[in-house]
């Protein structure tokens, strides 16, 4: 038993030059894909999220919804139209977009956070005026897609400091009230821009940007920001990975230490990205 | 012109002694039935809630969500039967409440009050666990209806000292992280307890107990603890007034200062009911 | 009685929007002519005071007392002369004007606004240093005048944080002790400028600039500071109104929001000024 | 020359144990007779005073004003009668009473402190209704001499944490406005038991309460309460002394730490009672 | 790479639990043996420390010295007497044990926990007054061997909150300015107790209380208070276990939480006491 | 008696502008030479820093210690080496430099102003990583004679807040946890510079700086930063002056108000230069 133990021991004394690295620190994580469906790596999720609570981070979760909005559409017949990848949300969509993420995913994530010993809150982007938006396609062609106008991250901050985690799912408010579904990558990197975080992690379903998409090995650990154009053009930066790349780099000349396209489909993959040198996925950093 | 703005500013400071005895104290409403439906009821709640606010009181919304939820129900073909004027909430029921409570309806107020100028934050019992529940039937026959186990009231506490409103759906969580419907009127008058509140406020759809139901004139004004056995044994609190009045003399007892059922089919009924001297509907004193 | 309840209710409704843009702002009013004099627009000034501060605003007042000051000296016979208005006033004049502002007249108006429910606290010039003047005409010819050299804001900033409203008698102090008599007019703009205040409110007995000084409807609503020569000069702007456009016209420069020449004679003209959309009297603004 | 700074700083030196002992400690001071008159007197009293509040005690003074009421009644022509030595105070005389300490003898007390490098704010009872008063002689037979109801002690502590000194003229108010003519020695008291002091200090012009009033070496250092009853019998307290001795019981009884009636002609007697073992004056002693 | 990268994940989230039980809690540690000898075991100490800190606790350090005041005894020819098992401590000695425990011992483990990340204060005994002392012998056979007689916490409290980790030469002082060699368990319950901590734990040099002394299989996990006496007349407790179990029996019995008596041999013994179910050696509890 | 008592009020009295001017400010004095052998000395010192923080401002010691460290050496039969009158510091050298400072002569500092009712706290450059030093000669030739490179005066700042006095063993520390003996004016400067400081005080056996080292009464008053090279050049300043007057120059280069360096073998001379107009010693100032 005890040579067991005392390897636990010097795993938790390896966490240390990371724990004082992020001590104090805003960590803003993007929430969706397998992690959010698979039993076993939600639950991972939820610890690894109350841990970095522990330690002395401030992790911040920004989540998406896409499969349990597709059921409730089903059920209740509702037929969605896509454009460029966006749901054309009209009203009716718009309803059952903000029920299921603003009343059922967004609250089961706080109670399985609560579960694991932290202390989350919920928020929708209408708690406290959090997320002003607008039209994300002027003409109106995506229906109430929104864009993120304005971030009022005060309610964030007092939670934040007295030791509450939010969690927030990505609908928008405008000044008439009219609600919006943004996109949760889009939402993360406001906000963080916003809290002027140190970190910005987006859990994908991808084991990061890949040289070669079929193998698995071509890994591009960092990305600078001075490369993407190029990547883009070279077809390597490609499809879903254009929205997730550009978010990232938006966050990062905004003010972001850095940020992570990581694969959320590896257990506890937000601690392996903090606490191991070598990271996991890939890291965009402003050069 | 003149004239009528200076009647305006002898109704303003007709309402000082009034603002003065209240500052600083928490106000519980429990907000539901008519004044959830009509519009120009709705309107005007929200500007009352904002109003306390700002003249310095603490108001702390309850929501209920009956009509709503049903829609949805029927929408998706699952039917409920009723106990004791109870839903039986199986599981599938459950999801639907939540979704309709913590989704909708919840950040509908929430929208709403940030509308008329007020800072809500919209919560459920999950959120930082603040409503843990058990069955309120312990033989499972009313499904996940829930009874009040134990209130954190902590959130409420970091919410209401930073300058928000709080406002919160009436879902329940245990240990295994099992959703509970609770009754709203329950919810309301356990937090105030907690809260340690000067005023439980249940805003109903009648002008409050009447002597004669039949006569809107024969309302009773005050009821004292200490008369409410008798007034049941005589059929004068009966049906759904019976719950009302338990959830009234349980605050009271609790420590709560007044409680208050009033007739939220009347404009302004809130404000009327603090800041005029006669008030209006039952006010329920633990004497 | 519910209608003109109700009635009463919207007009409570009705402020709300001019509640929230004063919140936590400061109001310096300048306290003075016949709304010192006549009981009840006394009695509604207070009210109108107190009913600032319990919707948030930090209003202080800034009083002068001519009359009572000339009572005094007549019982005691000493004679006073003047000189451009102002009264030359040697050292037993200094003696009384200052026990009637500071002993008299600035306690009445604390009693005053503690009877409505307010904490008032009445200061003159030489609590704290507040006041430190000179002479105003250097070569003694108007006795001890003065003119304001420094405002030491601390004790107001200490009492408005903690609840109260600073009550203020124009006397200034300089580094001999020796007392000054000072025009409150000028008192109120040095500190609104000072405390860097979002309105300055005098209190007059006209109904603010007139085109034309006998007929009461040719109010001028808005004065710039670019027309204020102009005005000089066409005689519109002329007499006492002179000084008073001044202290106006250096307040809004020195960095004060608006200032306002309003009828101190018309009841609750304070509240009327900030309540309404069309405000009273003549606002000076920066222009 | 160095010779004597040395001594200087021996002396310095030696003030430390007392120092020490009265760090953050509140004492309340009864300023009046000659030290309120001679002109060195009352700056070295300043001086005594800035001095405390700088080694961090918590100095409060309450003064008198007597000679200078004299004064502006005679120049008035208005008369007073006494009855067992208090003036019977009528409104007109009250009015002359207030102006005189509020206006004239509170603000010299004030602008003398402040001149020594203190931050004194003068106080009247009507501030912050600091002295809630009923009349002393409930048949009216004194007018408005008032006696102590209630001391509102919220504005003291305010501003002695704010690094101030509360300078307090005795006059008294109470809930229909009225102003009271109150003792100064009774002030003193009632302060110094609400405000919880460690020390009241009664300045007067005699040497303490002598055994032989002709003998100024017949000295009572201490006077215990339980005396009083016995050296009253005897005579040895008597005429005036009787008032001073009953406020000094009242104030230890009521858990101020000691009273000391001392020497006003004794230039810094208040410095000698703090700084030197053997004190000034009599000290009345709770036993 | 990634399975073992994982398995560390795994062992940090296996920690959650202990982290959650400890967070804000208080932990004196008895720092001696061979844990202050071994260089890596000493590193490990280090960062078992600041870890703990880092987590949310807040360890207090307390050490000994013993070999290294030999080393310079022997050095200086100065010779040794015990009674016992403690060193007659003349005034020769005193100084070299001040000497070496103050100016080398604490220096040196305060800059092992500053670069492990920590931000350690040393003290002694004298700073603050930390550690009032008397002779332990009052007859003066043991020479300036002291018990301690009042601690003064104030100072590690104002450390703690700050961030810092507060490590305590075990040094007594009393009012005469004389120095004390203490029994450093002693100390480490003594402010385990007025600090009112969560965990008193002894590092030692043997495996914790054995009932059979030759086998280290015969551990006893747990100790009653209720079972002291017994095992001491049966010598199960014996020798140098006997002043250990009492400054365990008088820290539980004074508020302590638990104690413990852990072989620091283990490297990493306090996290294994701290973060496994299981804890390595004697627990002491108030039963 | 009492014309002595009255003479010391006076000159407490006396010192309330010297009170007044260094309310709050910092103080570093540099302790050393007579004023730490003597006994009555010593004894003056503690006294003159425990009054100087009661009345308000915040003293930080530095002391040195050299005839203590040279005893130990020789008692340990160890050999110094001096270069450019620094002592040549080997490993064996640094471990006795430590044990004296920071374990005798530190804490005999510390229990000294304890004594006389201060609050004082012990600190050797490890602690919170205070100095983080590096080698005086880059070259080895000094040995561990260290030179400042950092001061982290957190710790500090933490302490003088919470009413401690700081007394500081000149021992720096580098990221190799290596000791370095460093020179206690230099550190003494550099605090004075971190911490912003308003004087430095540098105790020493000379009366300052005198224009002819044979005459005592050749004392320069005042040096002003841009006659040191003259002065060098012409002898003035030479010897061990030099080092002293560099570290003057780099404090108040740096930013503290001013220097002196004082004669510590005269009594108070620490209250005497701040206590008194004309000083003591010689004042460098940034001229």
């Given at each position: 038993?005890?040579?067991?133990?005392?390897?636990?021991?010097?795993?938790?004394?390896?966490?240390?030059?990371?724990?004082?690295?992020?001590?104090?620190?805003?960590?803003?994580?993007?929430?969706?894909?397998?992690?959010?469906?698979?039993?076993?790596?939600?639950?991972?999720?939820?610890?690894?999220?109350?841990?970095?609570?522990?330690?002395?981070?401030?992790?911040?979760?920004?989540?998406?919804?896409?499969?349990?909005?597709?059921?409730?559409?089903?059920?209740?017949?509702?037929?969605?139209?896509?454009?460029?990848?966006?749901?054309?949300?009209?009203?009716?969509?718009?309803?059952?977009?903000e029920?299921?993420l603003g009343?059922?995913?967004n609250?089961?994530?706080?109670?399985?956070?609560?579960?694991?010993?932290?202390?989350?809150?919920g928020l929708s982007g209408k708690d406290g005026n959090l997320l002003q938006a607008?039209?994300?396609?002027?003409?109106?062609?995506?229906?109430?897609?929104g864009?993120?106008?304005?971030?009022n991250?005060?309610v964030?901050?007092?939670?934040?400091?007295?030791?509450?985690?939010?969690?927030i799912a990505p609908i928008g408010v405008d000044e008439?009230r009219q609600s919006y579904?943004i996109?949760?990558?889009?939402?993360?990197?406001?906000?963080?821009?916003?809290?002027?975080?140190?970190?910005?992690?987006?859990?994908?379903?991808?084991?990061?940007?890949?040289?070669?998409?079929?193998?698995?090995?071509?890994?591009?650990?960092?990305?600078?920001?001075?490369?993407?154009?190029?990547?883009?053009?070279?077809?390597?930066?490609?499809?879903?990975?254009?929205?997730?790349?550009?978010?990232?780099?938006?966050?990062?000349?905004?003010?972001?230490?850095?940020?992570?396209?990581?694969?959320?489909?590896?257990?506890?993959?937000?601690?392996?990205?903090?606490?191991?040198?070598?990271?996991?996925?890939?890291?965009?950093?402003?050069?």
């Open positions: 038993m005890f040579s067991s133990a005392m390897e636990k021991a010097e795993i938790l004394v390896e966490a240390l030059p990371y724990i004082k690295d992020f001590y104090g620190k805003r960590v803003v994580i993007k929430y969706g894909g397998a992690a959010m469906i698979d039993c076993e790596l939600k639950k991972k999720v939820m610890q690894d999220i109350v841990l970095m609570k522990y330690v002395g981070m401030h992790p911040i979760v920004v989540h998406g919804g896409g499969p349990e909005i597709n059921t409730l559409l089903t059920r209740l017949g509702i037929k969605s139209e896509f454009k460029n990848g966006l749901r054309i949300t009209d009203a009716e969509t718009m309803e059952v977009v029920m299921v009343g059922k995913v609250k089961e994530i706080v109670s399985g956070i609560n579960a694991m010993g932290g202390k989350a809150i607008t039209l994300a396609a002027a003409d109106g062609s995506l229906g109430f897609v864009a993120v106008q304005k971030v991250a005060q964030i901050e007092t939670l934040i400091e007295n030791g509450y985690i939010p969690v008439e579904n996109n949760a990558d889009l939402v993360a990197a406001a906000i963080a821009v916003e809290l002027n975080a140190d970190k910005l992690v987006l859990l994908t379903d991808v084991p990061g940007l890949l040289n070669d998409p079929q193998d698995p090995e071509s890994l591009i650990s960092i990305l600078k920001v001075s490369q993407v154009q190029d990547y883009i053009g070279r077809g390597v930066i490609a499809g879903g990975m254009i929205p997730k790349v550009q978010c990232c780099m938006e966050s990062v000349t905004g003010g972001v230490g850095r940020t992570h396209i990581i694969d959320g489909r590896i257990p506890h993959a937000i601690l392996l990205e903090i606490f191991t040198r070598e990271g996991v996925g890939t890291m965009v950093i402003n050069e």
